[in-house]
């Protein structure tokens, strides 16, 4: 996995609420056996104006040009501002796929649905919480200056503005730990083996029937 | 004698205590996992990762899987006609012909959707942790499991180490006390949980579901409640187990078996959170003030009462979600103040994850009983959740009371809740649902879901627009 440690980018700001992950990657793009590719089709059904499907090519594909990820100015774009509950909705690991296929790779919204805020992590993504005022105000700042771009510091765990304004984030110690450093979470577990081992010869004990397995 | 004693504990508790493998220093728990669902759509890319770095599934034998998202739901025997989605599921064939993992195919009676199947089959018990790469794996919870579903990452995971790195959730008791009135289902108590806390009320929450109301649901009613949990943002949902659990359990092909079901049965008694255990959260409803439930926009915390309108965006409570309503309502072409039993269907839609057992069929088949699907209704289906609950309900002749009244009977799978296999909504289409999600395009692109009761969905089908089932 990629490391994450200092992201000086672009944002781009994307003003609504509960995005879910069928809009993050419509649901015709899961059929896919492959992980990579799907950045083409982020927002598929807000950036393009005709229906998207998987093997068709996207290049001359007619783009809505109200959509805020089309507009000029936030091409580039790879820290995404937004609302409340950010990635609400179906498991797919797709969606974080698709935003780091696309470039994306912090989020900053006031509240990100649980299972989501977890893939995020494992995909190189940094999903930053901030209070909902800040987020308030920096979709104002974010707006009213073009070229805006804050630098993400995933160490010192800050966030700062232009004008040189550093705001404090929280993130769980583990997951900054394994960000920082690209650690592949299997390996990491491995090393628990003996206590894995131990515990199923313990639960045979107490309850062998979860033990006698799918295959009769 | 202790002068004090510690409060009692949650069923999240004793749940997660049964299954810790390693706490590390900042309470990180490796969490050992009993039961792994897979399906075709999000394991390709787990089963990819598995061979590319070396390694085989610890535990085959705790997987179980099954093709549902992707599988047509008319005449099988051709096989799937879309190229894209057949690779899928010949790609979950082939994964689990190679490590070994048992999979109920496209072409055994025992196959479904994944949620059905599980309970189905008592593969999912009460005291397991079950997880699968599927947000609805909430479902299980029903059993007085800990269940929730996980990314492919995730999946991959726990193929490989049979664990998950996990932090303990907050713990809130959604108790609903009283009787139900007639017509009104534990779908009408999920949607009401969700609009009484909002689709991120839950976030980080395990919900446990209790109160009289709870208790006096069947099985496959607590299932739509649990399977509704992540609607509400909380990754788990949970009912303790009573003997109405033991004895839907008992005598499934995959549940223990003599003295080690007295043992089981011993250990699940034990599986209710204690008298004086505390919770972060408590939210309390009263059972006898829900009312069928509609949802008119585009989240499912966008509901109303069937008696109720669409509602004002100048209402909303704040800014953020006044835009969020003008916008759903645009999005569903719905005006403000339209009563929610003069909003007509085109489709409707009973099925899912959420309300394709048989007793949902049941309660929908009451009320297509002798009457017709209204001509403004374009397509009425039923999808039945697995291949035995299909079997069952035609043994029962509700196959016979669709097909009379003008509803198409179709083989199990997702389907139209989320359109991935041939059945989905065009363009502007307006959909009674029983599924459980209403985001814009979920049943195809520019598609208008209203999430509704099995009862509710067959009423609005025969009458051609929503109308309020304790009338009917
Ligand atoms: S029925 Fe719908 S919600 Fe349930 S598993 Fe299938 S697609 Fe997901």
């Keep these: ?216 | 004698m202790a002068l004090f004693r510690m409060p009692g504990e949650t069923l999240f508790k004793k749940l997660w205590d049964a299954h810790v493998v390693h706490v590390e220093p900042d309470g990180t728990t490796l969490l050992y996992i009993d039961r792994h669902l897979v399906h075709e759509v999000t394991s390709p890319q787990a089963f990819e990762g598995l061979k590319l770095a070396h390694r085989t599934p610890r535990r085959a034998d705790a997987a179980i899987a099954v093709p549902d998202h992707n599988v047509p739901t008319t005449d099988r025997s051709q096989g799937i006609a879309d190229p894209v989605s057949r690779l899928q599921v010949e790609t979950l064939d082939a994964n689990c012909a190679e490590f070994g993992i048992t999979e109920f195919k496209m072409d055994d009676i025992r196959q479904g959707i994944v949620h059905v199947i599980g309970p189905e089959e008592g593969l999912t018990l009460p005291g397991m942790t079950v997880v699968c790469g599927d947000s609805h794996t909430s479902t299980h919870g029903a059993f007085g499991a800990l269940a929730f579903g996980i990314g492919t990452s995730e999946v991959e995971h726990v193929l490989a180490t049979q664990c998950l790195w996990q932090k303990p959730s907050k713990t809130m008791l959604v108790k609903v006390e009283g009787q139900l009135g007639h017509g009104v289902t534990a779908k009408d108590i999920a949607l009401a949980v969700i609009g009484e806390i909002g689709t991120a009320g839950g976030t980080g929450y395990a919900l446990e579901f209790g109160g009289s109301a709870i208790r006096a649901l069947t099985m496959e009613g607590r299932m739509t409640l649990c399977n509704m949990a992540i609607e509400a943002g909380a990754r788990a949902g949970m009912v303790a187990v009573d003997q109405a659990t033991i004895d839907y359990v008992e005598g499934r092909p995959y549940a223990p078996k003599g003295d080690a079901w007295d043992q089981a049965v011993a250990w699940w008694n034990t599986l209710h959170s204690d008298a004086d255990a505390e919770f972060d959260r408590v939210v309390e409803l009263d059972a006898a003030k829900i009312e069928p439930q509609v949802t008119w926009g585009t989240s499912p915390e966008m509901v109303a009462t069937i008696g109720g309108c669409v509602p004002n965006p100048a209402d909303a409570s704040s800014e953020v979600k006044r835009h969020d309503w003008t916008r759903a309502l645009e999005y569903m072409g719905l005006q403000a103040g339209t009563p929610i039993a003069e909003i007509p269907v085109d489709k409707v839609f009973i099925g899912s994850c959420t309300n394709s057992r048989i007793e949902d069929l049941r309660e929908a088949a009451s009320v297509a009983k002798g009457r017709k699907v209204a001509p403004n209704v374009k397509l009425a289906m039923v999808v039945p959740g697995s291949g035995l609950v299909k079997q069952q309900a035609e043994a029962e002749g509700l196959d016979r009371i669709f097909i009379e009244a003008g509803f198409e009977w179709r083989e199990p799978g997702c389907s139209m809740c989320l359109a991935m296999n041939a059945d989905r909504l065009e363009p502007g289409e307006r959909c009674a649902s029983t599924s459980n999600r209403n985001f814009e395009g979920r049943q195809g692109q520019g598609g208008r879901t209203h999430l509704v009761s099995p009862a509710m969905a067959a009423a609005a089908a025969c009458a051609g627009h929503f109308v309020d089932v304790r009338k009917e």
């Design chain 1, 1 to 216: 996995m990629r490391k994450f440690s200092v992201l000086d980018g672009l944002v781009v700001p994307l003003d609504r609420a509960n995005v879910d992950t069928d809009a993050i990657i419509p649901k015709q793009f899961l059929k896919s056996i492959k992980r990579a590719g799907f950045g083409p089709n982020l927002f598929d059904e807000w950036r393009y104006l005709d229906h998207g499907e998987p093997g068709k090519s996207n290049h001359d594909r007619p783009l809505n040009p109200d959509f805020v990820l089309n507009q000029p100015r936030y091409q580039g774009a790879s820290v995404l501002l937004t609302r409340d509950n950010f990635g609400c909705g179906s498991s797919r690991e797709h969606a974080p796929w698709a935003l780091e296929d696309y470039g994306v790779l912090a989020i900053i919204a006031p509240s990100f649905a649980d299972i989501f805020y977890n893939n995020c992590f494992k995909n190189g993504i940094l999903p930053i919480v901030l209070d909902a005022a800040v987020v308030d105000r920096l979709f104002r700042e974010c707006e009213a200056n073009e070229g805006y771009a804050l630098t993400v510091d995933l160490d010192k765990q800050t966030v700062t503005t232009p004008t040189g304004e550093s705001i404090r984030f929280d993130v769980d110690a583990g997951r900054k730990h394994r960000l920082l450093n690209g650690l592949d979470d299997i390996g990491l577990t491995l090393l628990q083996a003996d206590k894995i081992k131990a515990y199923e010869e313990r639960r045979k004990q107490e309850a062998p029937w979860l033990f006698s397995g799918s295959q009769q």
